[in-house]
């Protein structure tokens, strides 16, 4: 799994290095993306990020392999085009410039990065996402589309000096996720109690056993987190009700523990689970977390999701109760 946070002027080298490498893959022929040496991307594309603080790095094993900026920038063409979502541009996060070195492709990271994207959208109240890229480029139309992004048009136009682009534009509208203040923690009463009949269906060695403490004091303890900023929770609702959540620890310390996450069983299926995970490791990353922990019920079949995003088994917990 890698790990991808805010670019440092130490990480424009490397940056540079895959925008020549994508450059010389098309010269080859290698790589059909619409790009041009000398024009975009160049050094001076990383560098203006950088001062605005939206480049991003992904990192394997110590090596950036990948770049991108995030942002709420819309380039012109957008304005021409005929959204499907109607999304006021504060609620809109826009993707561009996502490279992967062709030395690092065909090992999920362009995928990783995508999610990331996500779940930094969510952390930043932006459910609507906008992604350009040139028609001639196949292979990311095709990335783009499996991930839900739908096209909806093509725009002639001249892009970051390059003259003649056909600009595809895709979108694609998360689930309503959102942050909540302390004195919401009482309103995730139903889904702990959810997860503790979860527990107690699933669980290996302790069935009955939950919840481990009354509801009401774990409900105070979340608010008093949120109130002392140790954690933070994201929700998903529907018709004003929350169908899932997650609680994340913060400690300050470069660790972070994901706490809870939950999504009630009648509202499975719909993409929550991930939104949610999305977020989280999102919200790790912008706070300089490098190590995360989360603890599985054994017998949780939950576990296989947090294996998606890189997690694996470090320890087994034993507990013996009288």
Same mark, same amino acid.
């Given at each position: 799994?890698?790990? =991808?946070?805010?670019?440092?002027?130490?990480?424009?080298? &490397?940056?540079?290095?895959?925008?020549?490498?994508?450059?010389?893959?098309?010269?080859?022929?290698?790589?059909? =993306?619409?790009?041009?040496?000398?024009?975009?991307?160049?050094?001076?594309? &990383?560098?203006?990020?950088?001062?605005?603080?939206?480049?991003?790095?992904?990192?394997?094993?110590?090596?950036?392999?990948?770049?991108?900026?995030?942002?709420?920038?819309?380039?012109?063409?957008?304005?021409?085009?005929?959204?499907?979502?109607?999304?006021?541009?504060?609620?809109?996060?826009?993707?561009?410039?996502?490279?992967?070195?062709?030395?690092?492709?065909?090992?999920?990271?362009?995928?990783?990065?995508?999610?990331?994207?996500?779940?930094?959208?969510?952390?930043?109240?932006?459910?609507?996402?906008?992604?350009?890229?040139? &028609?001639?480029?196949?292979?990311?139309?095709?990335?783009?589309?499996?991930?839900?992004?739908?096209?909806?048009?093509?725009?002639?136009?001249?892009?970051?000096?390059?003259?003649?682009?056909?600009?595809?534009?895709?979108?694609?509208?998360?689930?309503?996720?959102?942050?909540?203040?302390?004195?919401?923690?009482?309103?995730?009463?139903?889904?702990?109690?959810?997860?503790?009949?979860?527990?107690?269906?699933?669980?290996?060695?302790?069935?009955?056993?939950?919840?481990?403490?009354?509801?009401?004091?774990?409900?105070?303890?979340?608010?008093?987190?949120?109130?002392?900023?140790?954690?933070?929770?994201?929700?998903?609702?529907?018709?004003?009700?929350?169908?899932?959540?997650?609680?994340?620890?913060?400690?300050?310390?470069?660790?972070?523990?994901?706490?809870?996450?939950?999504?009630?069983?009648?509202?499975?299926?719909?993409?929550?689970?991930?939104?949610?995970?999305?977020?989280?490791?999102?919200?790790?990353?912008?706070?300089?977390?490098?190590?995360?922990?989360?603890?599985?019920?054994?017998?949780?079949?939950?576990?296989?999701?947090?294996?998606?995003?890189?997690?694996?088994?470090?320890?087994?917990?034993?507990?013996?109760?009288?």
């Amino acid at each position: 799994m890698s790990t =991808i946070r805010k670019a440092t002027r130490a990480d424009l080298d &490397a940056v540079s290095r895959i925008y020549d490498h994508i450059h010389t893959a098309e010269e080859r022929g290698e790589a059909t =993306i619409g790009w041009q040496r000398g024009v975009y991307p160049e050094c001076e594309t &990383a560098e203006a990020a950088l001062a605005r603080g939206d480049l991003f790095v992904q990192e394997e094993d110590s090596e950036i392999v990948g770049t991108a900026i995030l942002n709420q920038t819309q380039v012109d063409s957008y304005s021409r085009a005929n959204w499907r979502y109607d999304a006021p541009d504060s609620e809109v996060m826009v993707l561009h410039t996502l490279v992967i070195d062709p030395a690092a492709r065909s090992r999920g990271l362009g995928r990783e990065f995508a999610a990331f994207y996500e779940g930094y959208a969510l952390a930043h109240g932006c459910r609507y996402l906008r992604i350009d890229t040139n &028609a001639r480029n196949a292979r990311a139309r095709r990335f783009y589309q499996k991930l839900g992004y739908a096209e909806i048009g093509i725009v002639p136009c001249t892009f970051n000096g390059i003259a003649g682009v056909q600009l595809v534009l895709l979108e694609k509208r998360l689930p309503p996720l959102r942050q909540i203040a302390a004195d919401e923690a009482p309103r995730l009463r139903n889904c702990v109690e959810a997860l503790s009949e979860h527990h107690n269906k699933v669980s290996v060695n302790f069935k009955g056993s939950y919840p481990s403490r009354p509801y009401d004091k774990t409900l105070s303890l979340f608010a008093q987190a949120l109130e002392e900023k140790s954690s933070c929770i994201a929700v998903v609702e529907e018709n004003g009700e929350i169908a899932g959540f997650c609680k994340v620890d913060l400690h300050g310390d470069g660790t972070g523990k994901l706490d809870y996450l939950v999504v009630l069983p009648q509202c499975c299926g719909r993409g929550y689970g991930k939104a949610l995970m999305d977020w989280a490791m999102a919200v790790f990353s912008e706070s300089g977390v490098r190590k995360i922990e989360v603890k599985v019920v054994d017998g949780n079949d939950a576990i296989h999701l947090y294996e998606k995003y890189g997690f694996r088994m470090n320890a087994h917990l034993l507990v013996h109760e009288q």
